[in-house]
Each structure stands twice: as C-alpha cells, then as structure tokens.
C-alpha cells in the first residue's frame, strides 16, 4: 500500500491505447478478406491494381507533403486505406494508369488540398472513384465475369435492364461481376465483423443505411435481400459511411446520416439511370455531415435557451 500512488488529473478520463496509426492498420486488416477475394476471383491484374493504387497514394502524399514543406504522414497509414479503398472500388480490368490519376485525385483534390487527414469533408477514395467516373465512364462500367474473365454485367446492371435475378449464393459469395471489392459479401462481413469487435466503427451508420434499403425496397416491391448483397452496398456501409472524419459524431447524426444515405441508393437505384448509387449516397450525405454536426449536438448539461 505504501507504493501506490493517488494520481488526479482533468476529464476526459479515457484509459485506452488506440491510436491513429493504430486504427488505420486495424481497417487495413479489416479490408484483407475483400481484396483477397477479389484477387482470387478476378486474378492478377486485380492485384495489381491494388498494388498500383496503394503505392501511388503513398507517394503522391509524401511527395505533396514535402511539396508543401509539411511533416510527411505516409506512417500513419491513411494513404494506405484510401489507395486500397478505391482499388477496391475499380472493376477488375481498369487500366493500370487509370488507377493512378483517380488515386492522384483522391489524395490531392479529397485530401490533402483541404489540409490532410482529419479535414477533408468528402471520403478521398470515392472523391477518386467519381472523378474516374465522370472521367472514364466507359472503362469504369466495364465489367469481369469472375469465371470465364469475359466482359458481363454486374447483377445491378442485369436487374435493372433485363430483369435478371441472380442467386443469393453467388451474390455472398463473390462470384459475380463488380468491382474488385464489393463482389463478396463473406468477406466484407468478415472485415466488418473485426471492426466493430475493435471498437474503430459504430453499427448505428451501417444498421440504419443496410436497413433502410431494405425497409423501402421491400415497400416498392423489390426484393430487399437483393439490393443489400448486390452492388457496393455492404462495402461503403462498413468501410466508407463510417468513417470517423466524414461522417457525423453524434449518435442521433449517425442515424440521420445512415437513413439518409439509403434513402439516396433506392432513389438511385430504382429510378435513376445509373443501376448503383452507393459512392454517390455517402459522398452527398458527407457533404451535410457539419450540418449534422451542428444541429444534432446534444445540450449542454445545465443549459437553459433563451426567451425568443
């Protein structure tokens, strides 16, 4: 008893070693399954396309950094993600300086012009992957049968022109037509299983924008369980809706945020011309999330308004 010692410091009184650094390479492991999945099924040009994109994020941040005559970052692992993210995001057979341009974007123009990590207001890898979009459109809705590696349909595409189903096992599985990333809903759920068992995501974006699909396409008539497993639904409702700069901080927010992002997917999804409407639902929610934020903040303990 002699040896202990009474220590009194200020609030916040949080005992905890997680760290930037830390959780990044906690979603790194996280995204392991899905890009694993997408090399065995989409083979080795997948690979290097997550290979180029990675590389490429690293280096134009360093190399921006330095540019700048800022503290070079590269170590924290935020580079990292947003270059997998968006090779996960890419169809399988995209060229190969393709993916350098939108990984070039999404550091400089969804990152880095706004002051580096923790201010950029949109995700950088779908900044990336919409500038490739707009970009590229023809490359970037050409798609990979798993397969034969014959060009195909994803199972969005084939549902809204042709009518065509596809089976729930092979949307669970992976061995459909897609991005790199998004084909295997095993292997996300894997990924996002370890997240919230570390504690670096909160279910309530991820619950609220899956459930919120499948509320209102059962309304209109569309098969629910369709929708959550095909297109990148399951990919940014784990991986890029909750990530912690570009999404609200406030529960009641994260709810706000997650409905209205899935709101966005069935009204693309069902009337819109384009037949996925993920990156776009998270990128327009990211851009109320301060608005969120502002009017979501919970009530000082104590306070009292003032007579109008």
Not at 105 to 112: D, E, P, R, S
Not at 122 to 127: D, E, G, H, K, S
Not at 254 to 263: D, E, K, L, N
Not at 271 to 288: F, H, K
């Amino acid at each position: 008893m002699e040896n202990d010692k009474l220590v009194i410091t200020s609030s916040p009184h949080i005992f905890d070693d997680d760290s930037v650094e830390k959780i990044m390479y906690g979603v790194i492991i996280a995204l392991l399954p899905a890009s694993i999945m997408g090399v065995y099924y989409f083979g080795l040009h997948a690979l290097l396309l997550i290979v180029t994109c990675v590389i490429t994020a690293v280096l134009t941040e360093a190399l921006f950094q330095k540019a700048r005559n800022y503290p070079v970052t590269i170590k924290d692992g935020s580079a990292v993600i947003t270059g997998l993210l968006l090779a996960l995001n890419l169809p399988p057979g995209l060229p190969a300086w393709m993916a350098v341009v939108g990984t070039v974007v999404a550091i400089i123009l969804g990152k880095q012009i706004f002051g580096g990590l923790g201010h950029n207001p949109f995700n950088p890898a779908l900044v990336g992957r919409a500038f490739l979009v707009a970009s590229f459109p023809v490359a970037m809705t050409t798609w990979l049968s798993p397969v034969d590696a014959t060009t195909t349909a994803t199972p969005l595409g084939l549902m809204k022109l042709e009518g065509i189903p596809t089976d729930y096992w092979s949307l669970f599985i992976g061995k459909i037509g897609g991005t790199i990333g998004e084909t295997s809903a095993l292997a996300i759920l894997i990924g996002a299983g370890y997240l919230l068992y570390k504690g670096y995501i909160d279910w309530r974006i991820p619950l609220s924008y899956i459930g919120t699909v499948a509320v209102l396409t059962t309304v209109f008539g569309r098969d629910p369980i369709f929708h959550i497993f095909a297109g990148g639904l399951m990919l940014g409702a784990f991986f890029m809706a909750t990530d912690m700069v570009t999404t609200p901080i406030t529960k009641k927010g994260r709810w706000i945020f997650g409905i209205g992002a899935g709101i966005l997917v069935v009204v693309i999804r069902l009337w819109g011309g384009y037949p996925e409407g993920a990156s776009y639902s998270i990128l327009l929610m990211n851009g109320i999330t301060p608005l969120l934020n502002r009017y979501t903040r919970p009530r000082v303990f104590g306070e009292v308004k003032k007579n109008a």
